[in-house]
C-alpha cells in the first residue's frame, strides 16, 4: 500500500505553529464533490460512531446524524457515485492565520476536530482518501489501524498535533 503521509514537523511545538501561521500564507480548504448514490447502512453506522469519539465543539458534523438519512451527503462525505460506498473524507480544520482578531482566532481554534480516531473507519473498505489535516488531536499516537485501511492512497495528517511517532503499520 502506498500512503500520502505528511506530518509538518512545525506541528511539533504547537505554539511556534501558531505563530508561524500567522506569517505563512497556506490555504487549508477542503473540496467536496457532488455524489448521487445512497450510503450503505454499515458506513453509516461506522461514521457515527467516528464522529462519537471526535470531539466537535463547533459541531462542524451536525449533518451527520439520523437513521434514515444519506451520509454521502453528509459535510466531507465523498462517496463513489455508483457503487455508495465512502470513498473520500474531508474534514480539513480551519486556516488559523486567517484569524485577524484574538475573537476570530479563538472562533477558528473551536472549529479544529479533537478527541480519537475511532477504528470504526475499518468499516469503510473502500476508503482511498483521509483529510484531518489543520485540526488538533492534542498529540495523540496516530492509532495503527489506519495501516489497515487497504484502499487508502492519501493519508493527510499534516498540522494536526498527532504523535510524531508513526505506527510501523503504516510504512
Ligand atoms: C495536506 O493538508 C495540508 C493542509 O490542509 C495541505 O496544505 C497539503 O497540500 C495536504 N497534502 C496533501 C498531500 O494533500
Ligand atoms: C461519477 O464519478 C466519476 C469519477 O469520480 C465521474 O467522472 C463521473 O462523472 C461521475 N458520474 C456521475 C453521474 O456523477
Redesign the pocket.
Known amino acids: 500500500m502506498s500512503v500520502g503521509f505528511s506530518i509538518s514537523y512545525l506541528s511539533s511545538n504547537c505554539h511556534m505553529w501558531l505563530l508561524l501561521s500567522l506569517a505563512l500564507f497556506h490555504l487549508c480548504v477542503s473540496d467536496q464533490k ?1 455524489h ?1 448514490a445512497l450510503c450503505m447502512e454499515g458506513e453509516r453506522q461506522a461514521l457515527i460512531r467516528f464522529k462519537h469519539d471526535l470531539i466537535d465543539e463547533a459541531d462542524r458534523l451536525a449533518s451527520w446524524a439520523g437513521e434514515k438519512s444519506d451520509c454521502c451527503k453528509w459535510v466531507g462525505i465523498v462517496c463513489n ?2 457503487t455508495g460506498h465512502v470513498r473520500e473524507i474531508h474534514l480539513t480544520g480551519p486556516y488559523i492565520g486567517d484569524a485577524v482578531t484574538y475573537k476570530e482566532m479563538k472562533e477558528l481554534l473551536k472549529q479544529r476536530l479533537g478527541g480519537h480516531l475511532s477504528s470504526s473507519l475499518l468499516e469503510l473498505k473502500q476508503l482511498e482518501y483521509l483529510d484531518l489535516s489543520c485540526n488538533d488531536f492534542n498529540w495523540i499516537q496516530i492509532p495503527g489501524f489506519i495501516g489497515s485501511l487497504g484502499k487508502l492512497r492519501c493519508l493527510n495528517l499534516s498540522e494536526s498535533n498527532f504523535g510524531e511517532m508513526i505506527p510501523p503499520q503504516i510504512v
Do not use: K, V
Request: proline letters at 0%.
Open positions: 457532488s448521487d457515485n455508483i
